[in-house]
């Protein structure tokens, strides 16, 4: 199933019910499916969701600070061979 937004979101006997959307080829949102998650289950569920989110966002900002960082190497070590 594949999320890219959130349209309805109820919490019904017990259940957090969240219908998930997804935009098609014609640029119109449509529904992708529903993610049910059982109310005991809802704190861990969703601090792991966001946890996991939290440890991708750190990946993904030291990989663009090292790819940052050897590009200014790179640049550095051509403009030293420039220079002589």
Do not use: F, H, W
């Not at 996991?52 to 940052?68: C, P, R």
């Amino acid at each position: 199933m594949l999320i890219e937004g959130l349209s309805n979101i109820t919490y019904v006997n017990g259940i957090l019910r969240v219908q998930c959307t997804m935009v098609d080829p014609s640029g119109n949102e449509v529904e992708s499916g529903t993610l049910e998650i059982p109310g005991t289950n809802l704190n861990a569920v969703l601090n792991g969701l966001v946890n996991s989110a939290k440890a991708i966002e750190d990946k993904l900002s030291t990989l663009q600070e090292d790819n940052s960082n050897s590009s200014d190497k790179k640049e550095s070590k051509k403009n030293k061979k420039t220079k002589k």
